[in-house]
């Protein structure tokens, strides 16, 4: 019989595991474990108890926190090997999206990631998983075993106090890794918390120069609102901040108002402002994909439209 083996660094996460795992056992003819690497205390085994495992693989010599996700992923693909794993489950924690693709990787194997569900079939392992920030769901059927899946924990609950797993120590050789993390520096930082915020001018592509955006941090002074943009605009022409960058891959915002300058509403850059109140988009572009999602679209020229508005508001507000 072959294994559904499991791994996280924090046992309450491979717990959770370990009940996914043992609701597919049956379907796949497999049992379950788990791989502990590092010391072991009770309440770690305890842990695993929860999760209702019977089995525990020991590895002592590797720690996660001091050798990294190489040695990690390493130590996971040579137990998954040894006990011919017809799976292995990573938890989705930052630890865990780092070690499961390599340990894919050395099993010369598919990988599906971060994962919502599982489900067996007849024609292997069927996954689960959202994509372009949760907007789609992909359905991922393996074509090879072992099947190497990552799942995002808190979906399921192991069910408290099992009886005490066997522990299995193993003894493995894992050679040195082949990046070294030599220093991790802090981000330059705007300081400011988007994701809070009630009132968003954003900025794009729209502007043609770093100077031009002054029209629109005019316009959010007199407003009093914080300034966010479309990722080229942190990104790759770097004129504002990373954490100004609005989207799928930045920030997810939910201002009462969301003012899009010069944004063509691509879908990762929708996704990190669905759940805004008010959308207003100011394009020259009528069929730009913002101006169908936005609640007010303005056809026009922000050179020309931003600084009357900056005007009437001024007028209007009386600063
Ligand atoms: C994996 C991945 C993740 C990504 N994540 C993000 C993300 O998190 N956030 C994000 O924003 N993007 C993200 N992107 C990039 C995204 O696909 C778009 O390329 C990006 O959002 C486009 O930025 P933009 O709207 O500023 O530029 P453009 O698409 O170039 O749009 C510029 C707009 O300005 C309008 N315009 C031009 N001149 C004027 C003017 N004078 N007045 C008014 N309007 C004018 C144009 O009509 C156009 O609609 C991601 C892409 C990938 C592949």
Not at 93 to 104: F, K
Not at 249 to 266: D, E, F, H, N, T
Request: hydrophobic share 45%; aromatic share 4%.
């Amino acid at each position: 019989m072959s294994t559904i083996l499991v791994y996280s660094e924090n046992p309450h996460a491979a717990a959770e595991m370990l009940v996914a795992a043992r609701q597919l056992a049956p379907s796949l003819n497999a049992s379950t474990a788990a791989l502990h690497l590092g010391s072991m205390s009770e309440q770690d085994l305890k842990a695993y108890a929860a999760g209702g495992a019977e089995l525990v693989y020991h590895v002592d010599g590797v720690d996660a926190e001091k050798h990294g996700p190489a040695c990690v992923a390493e130590a996971l693909a040579n137990v998954a090997r040894n006990v011919d794993a017809v799976m292995v489950l990573v938890a989705a924690t930052r630890l865990g999206r780092e070690v499961a693709p390599r340990t894919a990787q050395r099993l010369k194997t598919g990988y599906a990631a971060e994962c919502v569900q599982l489900e067996a079939s007849s024609d292997g392992l069927v996954a689960y998983r959202g994509v372009l920030g949760g907007t789609y769901q992909a359905k991922l059927l393996f074509k090879r075993k072992p099947y190497v899946v990552s799942l995002q924990t808190g979906r399921y609950q192991p069910e408290g106090s099992g009886s005490q797993p066997r522990v299995e120590k193993v003894s493995i050789e894992i050679t040195a890794p082949q990046l070294e993390l030599v220093e991790i520096a802090r981000a330059e930082s705007a300081g400011v918390d988007l994701e809070k915020a009630e009132l968003i001018v954003s900025v794009g592509r729209g502007f043609k120069k770093r100077e031009d955006l002054s029209m629109a941090e005019e316009l959010a002074k007199v407003i009093g609102a914080e300034l966010g943009c479309s990722r080229p605009i942190a990104g790759d022409l770097k004129w504002l901040p990373e954490d100004r960058h609005i989207g799928l891959s930045g920030k997810r915002v939910k201002p009462k108002l969301y003012l899009a300058l010069g944004i063509s509403g691509q879908v990762q850059h929708l996704v990190g402002i669905r759940d805004s109140k008010v959308v207003i988009a100011v394009n020259t572009d009528s069929n730009a994909p913002i101006m169908s999602e936005a609640d007010y679209a303005v056809v026009g020229d922000i050179y020309k439209v931003v600084p009357l508005l900056t005007e009437n508001l001024k007028k209007l507000l009386g600063r």
